[in-house]
């Protein structure tokens, strides 16, 4: 079983819309949890942290949910731009970072 | 700009040779990283380091050693290189936190990546 699971997608959407879409962690022990954005063929950068209480960056809203161990990150009013695949991040501990493989997002016009 | 350089973006290797990816930051970061990122799969970490001449194992070493003799450097060596190591290797660096370790709650800086073929 994979430590950090996400759904691949791919999820279209039509630009304006709302998406969201979650991540499972299997290490209940999780200390951080981030969500990174990948640009086709780019190397991948943080888009946000995640935080218990959940937490807002425009447009993006991420949720943390401990019972269940998921994570969610949603998309207010998709731009074209917002297209790319997003990566589930879990810090274990000390130095080690568990990737989730990506959901694919693809906002059309 | 920060900045996380890999000296190759394609390379092609045959099987048996031995290979070298290099990575530069010049963000004077403590935390240096190796990933390998394989579709479906995400990106594994190889090895990673918290020092010059200090490095720790990662969840799939077998197969690589890496070096930092400097800083700014850290390199993934392939001894002799395989199939199955057909891969996108990403370099990434991190500054250092408390006690010595690398802060779980900091952002990595990635490099642009280095797709290797191995034939």
């Known amino acids: 079983r994979k430590e950090v699971e996400q759904d691949p997608g791919p999820f279209n959407v039509p630009e304006g819309a709302t998406v969201a879409f979650n991540c499972t962690y299997s290490?209940?022990?999780?200390?951080?949890f981030f969500w990174y954005r990948q640009d086709c063929r780019k190397e991948p950068k943080l888009l946000m942290s995640v935080y218990s209480s959940g937490n807002e960056d425009g447009r993006f809203t991420a949720q943390l949910n401990r019972a269940s161990q998921y994570i969610s990150l949603l998309i207010r009013d998709s731009k074209l731009s917002d297209s790319a695949t997003y990566l589930c991040?879990?810090?274990?501990?000390?130095?080690?970072?568990?990737f989730g493989a990506g959901t694919q997002v693809v906002v059309t016009p | 700009d920060v900045k996380v350089t890999q000296s190759s973006r394609y390379l092609v290797k045959r099987t048996g040779e031995k290979v070298f990816l290099e990575c530069v930051q010049d963000m004077d970061h403590e935390n240096m990283f190796w990933y390998r990122q394989d579709p479906g799969l995400g990106l594994r970490l190889i090895y990673f380091?918290?020092?010059?001449?200090?490095?720790e194992k990662g969840d799939i070493p077998e197969g690589y050693s890496v070096s930092r003799e400097k800083k700014e450097r850290f390199s993934l060596i392939l001894e002799s290189a395989s199939t199955n190591q057909t891969s996108m290797y990403l370099c990434?660096?991190?500054?250092?936190?408390?006690?010595?370790?690398?802060?779980?709650?900091?952002?990595?800086?990635f490099g642009s990546g280095t797709q290797l073929s191995v034939l």
């Open positions: 990434a660096s991190s500054p250092l936190g408390g006690q010595g370790r690398p802060r779980t709650n900091e952002k990595l800086f």
């Open positions: 380091s918290y020092d010059v001449k200090m490095k």
């Open positions: 290490n209940s022990a999780s200390q951080s």
């Open positions: 991040v879990v810090s274990p501990g000390w130095g080690k970072l568990q």
